[in-house]
């Protein structure tokens, strides 16, 4: 008869997995001569003069060349489309939002996406500008042929004017053989900040020929910082049923109760005559006036005791320019009154400071 082994004889034993040890942490080696602080501002001194020193020899490079570019897009019927890739790419991502911001419909075209069908983008109406520092990156030399067989207009930045991409443009805007702020002399710094100055001269070149004032601007500029200096007095008064009026023959128990029950509770309220035209306005600072003089200053007509002839602003006048009015007179609510002097809203000196928190 067969015996059986016993497997806990004949089992190989596991193996014991030892955790293996963790990997050493690498540290940076500090250089065995480490620079001063003196030589670090030197450093980013030298940066900052190499760039400026290629601002001013931009200078005048700005003649005749740069006149036809600000005719040509003054004159465009379509968008500024603008192109670059790398540095010079978000440098042109900027231009074209300068220009979009200031009145001239645009928009960036990434070259390398074009060339798989985004020049779908670009019609004859449009003017396009090319930046390139060399003039020779492939990307966007390959778009000139399509372009010009669309029918649009070309204008290159570079600074090589002898380059294929100067070549095929129809005007060319040349920043020069700029040195880089680079020690290798090879990451684009110098040339960037050209490209991006040069840029906003031609927009702001633009910007002042063309047609587009406050409104314009606040238009398209409806919220951030920007947006509430060009902001309306319309845009941010009280006005409907937070507009208080009282007319200046009512008693002032009555003024009182306006300003208590009007939304917002606004602390003053706008007295009319029987026309609905502004006569004076009525604060809660007038009332604590009158409460020192005794009760019986309290019963009369709310006309009694306004405050005559307020200081105003209209409607269409800038929040900034009403802010200096309430300053100026040291006040803290203003009425607001159309051109027959009725009181269509307030304006309260808590509703700016709110909109400077946003």
Do not use: W
Not at 100 to 123: I, K, Q
Not at 343 to 348: M, Q
Request: charged fraction near 25%; hydrophobic fraction near 40%.
């Amino acid at each position: 008869m067969a015996t059986r082994k016993n497997p806990s004889k004949t089992a190989p034993k596991p193996k014991t997995v030892r955790p293996s040890a963790p990997a050493p942490r690498r540290t940076r080696r500090k250089p065995e001569n480490s620079p001063s602080p003196h030589d670090l501002v030197v450093a980013g001194r030298r940066v900052v003069e190499a760039e400026l020193a290629a601002i001013q020899s931009l200078r005048p490079r700005i003649g005749h060349s740069f006149a036809k570019a600000v005719e040509l897009i003054l004159g465009c019927t379509g968008r500024l489309v603008v192109t670059g890739l790398g540095k010079p790419g978000f440098v042109a991502q900027k231009i074209s939002a300068t220009f979009a911001s200031t009145g001239t419909p645009s928009l960036y075209l990434h070259p390398a996406e074009a060339l798989h069908g985004d020049l779908g983008r670009v019609t004859r109406d449009d003017v396009v500008l090319a930046l390139s520092n060399s003039g020779r990156t492939e990307e966007i030399v390959r778009l000139m042929g399509p372009v010009e067989r669309i029918g649009a207009k070309v204008i290159v930045m570079t600074g090589d004017t002898s380059s294929p991409l100067a070549e095929k443009a129809d005007i060319v805007l040349d920043i020069g053989n700029v040195e880089e702020a680079c020690p290798l002399g090879l990451a684009p710094t110098a040339s960037s900040t050209v490209l991006l100055v040069l840029g906003d001269a031609l927009a702001m070149t633009v910007l002042e020929n063309r047609p587009f004032g406050n409104d314009d601007y606040a238009l398209i500029h409806p919220s951030g910082s920007l947006g509430k200096k060009v902001m309306r007095v319309a845009e941010a008064m009280r006005q409907g049923d937070s507009n208080p009026v009282v007319r200046a023959d009512e008693p002032l128990a009555k003024a009182v109760a306006v300003m208590t029950q009007t939304p917002g509770k606004p602390g003053a309220t706008n007295v009319v005559d029987k026309r609905g035209r502004l006569v004076g306005i009525f604060t809660d600072g007038d009332l604590r006036r009158l409460f020192e003089r005794g009760p019986s200053a309290l019963e009369c007509t709310v006309g009694e005791v306004m405050c005559h002839e307020p200081r105003t602003v209209h409607p269409e006048m800038l929040v900034l320019e009403a802010a200096q009015v309430l300053r100026d007179s040291r006040i803290d609510q203003v009425p607001v009154v159309d051109e027959k002097h009725r009181p269509v809203g307030l304006l309260d000196v808590q509703d700016l400071l709110a909109l400077n928190s946003l």
